[in-house]
């Protein structure tokens, strides 16, 4: 028993002495209790209990054994003492002598013992080996959860290689396996396969694959997760068919994290996979290799040998310094490294600012020194300036702004102030389960990438889980009583995560300080009373300061981004809950989601809806919190815009903005401007830089009007809208038992028409709040527009809810913030635009109008005096608001001692007349369709819509009639008709032939029709699988009838906007303020004669160009040349694009003496 008790305490022993992690037995539950326990435990997973058992039977063998030694020593001690008692008995009867007695006993009990020894021996050989085993599997279950660093590599030459020196003693050193690595190098192999149209799919696919583990190997060095990104990158390489999809940038990516950290192992093992691939090193794969040795000050001869294998590799040391996106730091340590192997060498001075111009004919006298300029500058001081500039640049680097509402606030009663008080303490308690639950699912998402998966942890990495939280808890504010579709909600949610990454990293770059040197030094050029040497445009002048180091942001693959924002909204939806007795806030009580998914159907497509519980709702709607809050780039500027430099640089100081504006993932565009050279976009650049330049201020006396219009139930007829409460309800009669069913179709029809206006009204009244809100915290502020463009070329302002592009009534909020007297001619220019507001002298000349406005000066006046009580003659005008604004700034002029004097910053419009028609007359050289399009000198102005009503009856079916009006078109503008077929079918040529449509506008801009068919991306997992549509990959085949359908029209929008964007630059050089709506140009009223010049030069000068010809040259060089040519579909190709529609005898230049061109 002595035996047995201690046995039990060995186990016990050796169970509490078991390493961490291991599963044990309870020391008193005893050696067989445990085991047995084991096996009866229901909670253990299968794996679990064998492992339990094998541990169990080690256990009990041990004890066994030394049970037996116990057995066998006390076995000879018994047959020693008989033996003993046998050698005092006297031999009698011829017994045997007791030597032999005791030989006999002491054999059979030794052979006894041997029968248990050679079993338990036996047994003990099968236990080692099953624990053997099993330790064996430990280990690799510990390997699983180790980040791997040495490679496992395919070639079994190299890996040979690898392993032998490895395991050699001594090792030779990690620097001379880097020069053998390098001096073996493969040759550069390309992978570019030959896919064709049935391949597409699999390709874009396959690409998509490559972008989303770049971005993770990118992100994890972003995050400081060099060793995962690392064990990710030696997992893929491992497995022949994953390493296919290893392109050199991931490998690069890297190294450079390696470099940065000066790991010199982990570099050469990277290397070793570079060549195992089959890739050879790059410009940038030597710098990194350098820049290690530079931060662990190599020898001189381990560097001149990577420097000499270089430039075996026709790689020049130059271009280290010139050619690579490399940070200050980077290149300090380069430098420091390639000096000790060559102490005289000298890096290339930085490249003197390119005043290298646009050699285009339209942008001659733009960027001509030899013609007088007279650039105009801000109405602002230099100090004031720089103050605008430190606001701006702490509202970015906030990433949100906070914006007081306009709707009325309520009184604070009992009720307001309890429910405010609950809501605090629900989202502080939200606040700290969120936490959490982050914390659980960056250990979900950090376990994924353990196993080889790029997951979504180095993302989760990049902001801390406050900042997350506070992402996911604005989200949950703004969201609407009808809630929202998971798919867009999960997009703007990733979008957000990117754009804070964006801004904190050019923090912690080091990149603000220096943009606000440079910024203050800009400056001079603009502010009013500084002087600059030469006077240049601002892109010419912030190029001048020299070359920028900042940073080019590569936005995240549309999957990853949509994936990151859905997990943060499943978090969102899991975890925070509400009681669901609000007035008891006790942890016992029930918990409800304040979230919860639906399903939808919109346009016939089942949609994933995430609304907000009616509850939740209600508590707000008590609480009445009058704040919004807003993203820094959804805000007007507080200082002027960087300059348009490049297609990544340019508008907001920190926040990421695109040059051209696109869907999400849309990459097309991107790579066509990268790949422009730089001059051929100058035109593009400072225009944009133009119109973002112009300095804004709200209208105070319009907006007072509207708030009141807008807090008293608003009035639909002026545009403001009414709140939800005004929405036409259902009939609360209920349905009796016996109704028709007609009866109940009908009722199910009335409420789903309310619904549908309820929904409309709260969209509404929600921009409505939004804008009123936006002009009531600029009220008293100069503010200023950003502008990009389309993949036309059309430019428009970055803030998406306040701006002069929107309804009557956002422009009649603004006016511009520096003023201009008016002049001789100013009054009359107001009234002109007056009466165009009004609609009412369309075809009347502009002498008509200008003596209709004195003939109602009258209602004029009492308009701006009286607006709510008077005779309100305002509120029939087809634009209320801006005539009202109008009004108001022709009364204080006519009463101003000098009107000419009177300062005036209201803008007046000059619009062209069906501008498109205009273009394609212009084109064509129609004198029929120039004629009724106003593009000839006329005295009235001409309507086009009323010269082919003139020549058709007027029948009553109204459909007939348009078809005839259409029909009229075509036989007058029969120029434009063949111009539109010509377009319309080489798009559609070119679309069959498998490519999308491409061309240059007239100012050197790039263009791409982002037309292809749909391919479906999905997202599975979690609440809902989200699947969306991406058509915007060249990869994808082209979708042939938007394709022919979109090219005449896109290609005369390129051509308004080249003509905008000329007619802007000209303005700008001749000092007027001047901004657009596509084709309604602005200025002040004194300057309202001087633009209508340049208009119509400008007008002149683009189409004098030969466009089509110039068009047709491109097509065929860029879709009939190289190995395609001979092609029989792309002969029938080049066929159409080389019979360029034959144009007519109308003399461009009548229409610079043409008054109604714009009026």
């Known amino acids: 028993m002595s035996a047995l008790r201690w046995g039990r305490g060995a186990a016990g022993l050796g169970w509490a002495l078991w390493p ?31 492992r339990r058992r094998d541990w169990g039977h080690a256990e009990l063998l041990e004890v066994l054994e030394a049970r037996v030694r116990q057995l066998q020593a006390d076995n000879v001690s018994e047959m020693r003492a008989k033996l003993l008692d046998v050698a005092r008995i006297p031999e009698a009867d011829g017994s045997q002598s007791p030597r032999k007695v005791e030989a006999g006993n002491e054999g059979a009990a030794l052979g006894l013992t041997s029968r248990w020894a050679q079993k338990l021996h036996k047994e003990k050989l099968v236990m080692q080996k099953r624990k053997q085993k099993l330790e064996e599997n430990l280990q690799k279950q510990a390997r699983k959860h180790q980040l791997r660093v040495e490679p496992q590599l395919l070639n079994r030459q190299l890996a040979g290689w690898l392993q032998r020196w490895e395991r050699s003693t001594p090792r030779s050193p990690w620097e001379e396996q880097l020069a053998q690595l390098l001096q073996e190098a493969p040759k550069r192999l390309s992978r570019e396969e030959q896919h064709d149209q049935a391949n597409r799919l699999s390709k874009m696919r396959y690409e998509a694959q490559q972008q989303r583990l770049l971005a993770f190997l990118e992100c994890c060095v972003l995050a400081d997760q060099l060793p995962l990104a690392h064990h990710v990158l030696v997992m893929h390489h491992s497995k022949s068919r994953q390493q296919r999809a290893l392109t050199l940038p991931m490998y690069n990516t890297l190294l450079l994290g390696w470099a940065r950290k000066g790991s010199f192992k982990e570099l050469v093992y990277v290397f070793f996979m570079m060549k195992d691939a089959g890739l050879a090193p790059d410009l940038l794969s030597y710098a990194a290799a350098l820049q290690c040795m530079g931060r662990l000050d190599q020898d001189a ?80 001081p230099l100090e004031t300036l720089k103050d605008l500039f430190r606001q701006q640049l702490s509202v970015e680097m906030a990433t949100i702004v906070t914006v007081d509402s306009v709707e009325k606030a309520p009184s604070l009663t009992e009720e307001v102030l309890q429910a405010r008080k609950t809501l605090q303490e629900l989202r502080t308690r939200w606040e700290a389960e969120l ?7 960056k250990a979900r998402e950090a376990q994924a990438a353990r196993e080889g998966r790029p997951s979504l942890f180095p993302y989760l990495c990049l902001l801390s889980e406050g900042e997350l939280t506070q992402l996911m808890l604005q989200t949950l504010q703004v969201l609407s009583q009808q809630g929202e579709s998971l798919l867009s909600l999960a997009q703007e949610l990733g979008m957000r995560i990117f754009n804070r990454h964006v801004v904190q990293r050019k923090q912690l770059n080091d990149e603000v300080q220096a943009l606000q040197e440079r910024y203050f030094k800009y400056l001079h050029l603009l502010a009013s009373d500084t002087q600059v040497v030469m006077s240049r445009l601002p892109r010419q002048h912030w190029e001048a300061l020299g070359t920028t180091e900042a940073s080019q942001d590569q936005p995240w693959p549309l999957t990853v981004v949509v994936q990151l924002g859905k997990q943060l909204a499943e978090v969102l939806v899991q975890t925070v809950k509400m009681p669901s007795n609000l007035a008891q806030l006790q942890d016992t009580q029930k918990l409800i989601p304040v979230l919860y998914h639906v399903y939808s159907f919109q346009s016939f497509r089942q949609i994933g809806i995430l609304k907000p519980h009616p509850a939740f709702i209600q508590l707000l709607e008590t609480a009445a919190e009058r704040t919004m809050t807003f993203e820094s780039a959804e805000v007007p500027m507080l200082c002027p815009p960087l300059p348009w430099t490049s297609p990544h640089s340019g508008a907001f100081l920190l926040s990421p903005t695109k040059l051209m504006r696109s869907l999400e993932g849309t990459i097309q565009h991107q790579r066509l401007l990268e790949g422009c050279p730089p001059t051929e976009l100058h035109g593009a650049l400072d225009a944009l830089t133009q119109l973002g330049n112009c300095a804004w201020r709200v209208n105070g006396r319009v907006l007072d009007l509207v708030l009141t219009i807008f807090n008293a139930k608003g009035c639909p007829r002026l545009g403001v809208p009414s709140p939800a409460s005004e929405a036409p309800r259902p009939s609360k009669h209920r349905l009796p038992a016996n109704a028709s069913p007609e009866r109940k179709t009908e009722l199910r029809r009335e409420l789903a028409r309310c619904l549908k206006v309820a929904r409309e009204m709260h969209s509404l009244r929600t921009d409505a709040l939004y804008r009123l809100s936006l002009a009531q915290h600029l009220r008293h502020r100069v503010f200023w527009l950003p502008h990009n463009m389309d993949f036309r070329g059309r430019t428009y302002p970055c803030p998406p809810h306040f701006n002069h592009l929107g309804s009557d009534l956002a ?52 308009s701006a005096d009286q607006p709510m009580t008077g005779r309100k003659w305002w509120m029939e005008a087809d634009e209320p608001w801006q005539a009202l604004a109008c009004c108001m700034e022709i009364a204080q002029a006519v009463r101003a001692p000098n009107p000419a004097a009177y300062v005036s910053h209201f803008p007046v419009h000059q619009d062209g007349s069906c501008n498109g028609l205009q273009h394609y007359a212009a084109l064509g050289r129609d004198s029929v369709g120039a004629a009724s399009v106003n593009l000839v000198p006329s005295d009235v102005p001409q309507d086009v819509y009323s010269s082919v009503a003139a020549q058709e009856f007027v029948w009553q079916a109204s459909h007939y009639l348009v078809r005839q009006v259409f029909n009229s078109l075509q036989e007058m503008f029969s120029s434009t008709r063949a111009i539109q077929r010509w377009l319309t079918e080489s798009a559609r040529l070119i679309a069959r032939s498998g490519l999308a449509v491409e061309w240059v506008t007239p100012l050197g801009i790039p263009i791409i029709q982002p037309y292809h068919h749909d391919s479906k991306v999905s997202i599975s997992g979690g609440i809902q699988s989200l699947t969306f549509c991406s058509s915007g990959d060249t990869n994808q085949k082209p979708n042939t009838l938007k394709q022919k359908n979109g090219f005449p029209p896109n290609f005369i929008h390129s051509l308004d906007s080249s003509h905008m964007m000329l007619t802007a630059l000209h303005c700008y050089r001749k000092g007027l303020t001047f901004v657009s709506v596509h084709d309604c140009f602005w200025t002040h009223a004194a300057d309202v004669a001087v633009m209508n010049q340049v208009c119509r030069e400008q007008f002149v000068r683009l189409h004098s160009q030969p466009i089509l010809h110039d068009l047709s040259r491109f097509l065929v060089e860029r879709y009939c040349s190289g190995p395609r040519s001979t092609n029989a579909q792309v002969a029938k190709l080049q066929e159409m694009l080389l019979s360029v529609p034959k144009t007519g005898t109308f003399d461009l230049d009548q229409v610079k003496h043409s008054t109604y061109f714009f009026s």
């Open 20 to 50: 961490a992690g291991r599963p044990g037995l309870l020391a008193e539950e005893g050696t067989l209790g445990g085991l047995w326990g084991c096996r009866r435990s229901s909670s253990a997973s299968p794996c679990e209990q064998d």
């Open 811 to 862: 422009r009649a909020l603004l006016e511009f913030a520096q003023g201009r007297p008016l002049g001789p001619h100013g009054l009359n220019w107001l009234k002109i635009h007056l009466v165009n507001l009004t609609g009412l002298k369309k075809r009347e000349s502009l002498q008509a109008r200008l003596a209709f406005a004195d003939e109602i000066m009258d209602d004029i006046l009492d």
């Open 435 to 441: 936490c959490l639950a982050l914390q659980q699912t």
């Open 301 to 380: 001869s381990t560097i001149q040998r990577c420097l000499k294998q270089m430039a075996q590799d026709g790689l020049q040391l130059q271009e280290l310094f010139t050619s690579l996106p490399l940070c200050k730091e980077d290149k300090a340590v380069l430098l420091r490294a390639v000096r000790k192997a060559e102490p005289t060498f000298l890096p290339p001075q930085p490249p003197l600012p390119s005043f290298e111009v646009n050699t285009s004919p339209l942008l001659k006298e733009i960027y001509s020194t030899d013609l007088p300029a007279s650039f105009p500058k801000q109405h602002l």
